[in-house]
């Protein structure tokens, strides 16, 4: 703590992020709703975006980075609630693109309802983190002793992919859970399994087996709340429109 009578407690930082794509950099923010507040390619790269009340600046990048590595930088981003900025997010990439960009960069990590954060990672490999101001201190990573069976992997596999972005190892679990508790599981559990491997498989760009899954998906007999459960456990529940069963 300072004790200088002139420092005043309303500083204001802005990360400054590197760009190994001007064109895409520009292109993706845009279209997310973000105004350009400066654009500069000569004599150096720098860009400037901003979106409510929070900047992100862009400057040159490495000559050896390597964006697919995803390694490039990041920053957080703290606000009161998640779940409106991944809705304007993803809309804006619906009316864009035509679809909410999953995997690949760039792209928008799932969200979970009640979840406490979710990654944008940019076309250059930043992951760009929105967090929860009162996210709890001690979080649960996974491993419940409280948990048994499927709904113990269930579980591993949600804190593989919301908090360790480990997609592979979340789609490597589910189908290792699968087969070995899916049959004493409840029907919910199975369908909440099948519907995080169908909506894990088109994310890492494997979909042979989604028709697979989704017929047990669609053979299990789900009451009407869940099957809104199972809806809501996915990103983009329209992955899940050919394969939900009606309700019974």
Not at 41 to 53: D, E, I, M, N, T
Not at 60 to 80: H, I, K, Y
Not at 193 to 222: H, K, M, N
Request: negative net charge.
């Amino acid at each position: 703590m300072t004790t200088d009578e002139h420092v005043r407690p309303n500083e204001t930082t802005v990360p400054l992020l590197p760009c190994a794509a001007v064109e895409e950099t520009l292109a993706f923010w845009r279209a997310l709703g973000f105004a350009v507040t400066w654009e500069q390619r000569k004599p150096y790269v720098y860009l400037a975006f901003r979106w409510s009340g929070f900047e992100l600046h862009y400057g040159p990048a490495p000559r050896d980075l390597d964006p697919t590595a995803e390694s490039s930088g990041g920053c957080l981003v703290m606000v009161d609630a998640v779940a409106p900025y991944h809705a304007a997010f993803t809309e804006a990439m619906r009316r864009t693109y035509g679809k909410v960009l999953a995997r690949g960069l760039p792209r928008i990590t799932r969200y979970r309802p009640g979840a406490s954060r979710f990654s944008v990672v940019d076309p250059s490999g930043n992951t760009i983190i929105f967090i929860r101001r009162d996210e709890p201190e001690e979080l649960e990573y996974g491993g419940s002793t409280q948990l048994q069976g499927l709904a113990r992997v269930l579980d591993n596999a949600r804190i593989l992919r919301e908090f360790k972005t480990d997609d592979r190892a979340a789609f490597r679990a589910l189908n290792s859970g699968l087969r070995r508790h899916g049959d004493a599981a409840p029907p919910v559990e199975q369908a909440l399994a099948l519907a995080a491997l169908i909506e894990l498989s088109i994310a890492l760009d494997e979909p042979e087996r989604v028709p697979e899954w989704g017929g047990r998906l669609q053979a299990l007999p789900l009451t009407a709340p869940e099957r809104d459960q199972v809806r809501q456990a996915v990103g983009d529940p329209s992955l899940l429109g050919p394969w939900l069963p009606a309700p019974t």
